[in-house]
């Protein structure tokens, strides 16, 4: 040993101390860093979950679960289902909403589930129901939203309609036009 070294006569606790002093507060510097890193993981989960969530709502047209019944006009279904079809509403003839004297002459049919005997019951005895509702849908109508562009979406719209407002059991699957002219003039 040289003179200049020190002697440590206290057996060496003084470094021991400041060892430990250091490990303390390194880990108080590191405990903010630790809590913002679980702070960020925890929102990227939460965030996630809900996407998610909102995400399977919105493919299960919020929240009614998929029926699995194949939409008819989707290109991807391998057979195409047979239906039953209901053919007595007949030929309606009406005007349309414009000023202009346009009129419409329709004639409907209903496709529904072959085996739905409900179905054909409920559509017999509402008949007279199902013409008045066929005028006054194409009475609302302007002539140009009869163009032959939109006739898939007319056929959509009449579905939706009677499936959910006015049917109760009986269920619509594909509504067809025998007969959809629009004229301008009387009819």
């Known amino acids: ?111 529904y589930d072959q085996n739905d005997n409900a179905a054909q019951t409920e559509l017999t005895s509402r008949q007279y129901e199902l013409r008045d509702f066929v005028r006054s849908y194409f009475t609302g109508k302007y002539a140009s939203e009869l163009a032959p562009e939109n006739e898939a979406r007319l056929k959509q719209d009449i579905k939706e309609i009677l499936n959910t407002r006015f049917l109760d059991k009986a269920r619509v699957r594909l509504v067809l036009f025998n007969k959809f002219d629009v004229m301008e003039g009387a009819f």
Do not use: W
């Open 1 to 111: 040993m040289s003179d200049n070294d020190e002697l440590d006569l206290d057996g060496g606790d003084s470094a021991g101390l400041e060892s430990a002093n250091k490990k303390s507060s390194s880990f108080r510097d590191a405990l903010p860093k630790i809590l913002k890193f679980v702070a960020i993981g925890l929102a990227a989960a939460i965030f996630i979950v809900v996407v998610t969530y909102i995400t399977v709502q919105f493919v299960n047209k919020n929240g009614k679960p998929q029926s699995g019944t194949v939409d008819p006009t989707s290109p991807y279904i391998g057979k195409r289902p047979e239906y039953a079809m209901y053919t007595l509403i007949g030929t309606v003839s009406t005007r349309t909403k414009d000023s202009n004297s346009y009129s419409v002459q329709v004639d409907m049919v209903l496709a």
